[in-house]
Nanobody, 126 residues
Framework: QALLVESGGGLVQAGGSLRLSCAAS????????MAWFRQAPGKEREFVAR????????YYADSVKGRFTMSRDTASNTVYLQMNSLKPEDTAVYYC???????????????????WGQGTQVTVSS
């Protein structure tokens, strides 16, 4: 069974940093693009970042561009999300997800991702 397990969440003050990890097990996801989404209470799940299969191309939501960096380590089957200059509005549960298809205009749509982790809570205090 393919699993994605996130870690690295926690409580941090505004302006601080966190690095989230998403470890894959049960299968390799080297043939998948990977993404991070987040969901705040009472809000829909929203796209945060995506990285291509090779790791050469990344996409970011405008709200995190310049502050967040997504990367992947194919050897360890792990993806990362480095989050700097955190803001209270970044508070959410963060999920990683895998997409077996090539990028298209719908890459921000959660429904195209076929494997999800359980999420990790990020709380940014003001």
């Amino acid at each position: 069974q393919a699993l994605l397990v996130e870690s690295g969440g926690g409580l941090v003050q505004a302006g601080g940093s966190l690095r989230l990890s998403c470890a894959a097990s049960g299968r390799t996801f080297s043939s998948h693009a990977m993404a991070w989404f987040r969901q705040a209470p009472g809000k829909e799940r929203e796209f945060v970042a995506r990285i291509s299969r090779s790791g050469a191309t990344t996409y970011y939501a405008d709200s995190v561009k310049g502050r967040f960096t997504m990367s992947r380590d194919t050897a360890s089957n792990t993806v990362y999300l480095q989050m700097n200059s955190l803001k209270p509005e970044d508070t959410a549960v963060y999920y990683c997800a895998a997409d077996p298809r090539i990028v298209s205009s719908t890459y921000r749509d959660p429904s195209r991702y076929d494997t999800w982790g359980q999420g990790t809570q990020v709380t940014v205090s003001s």
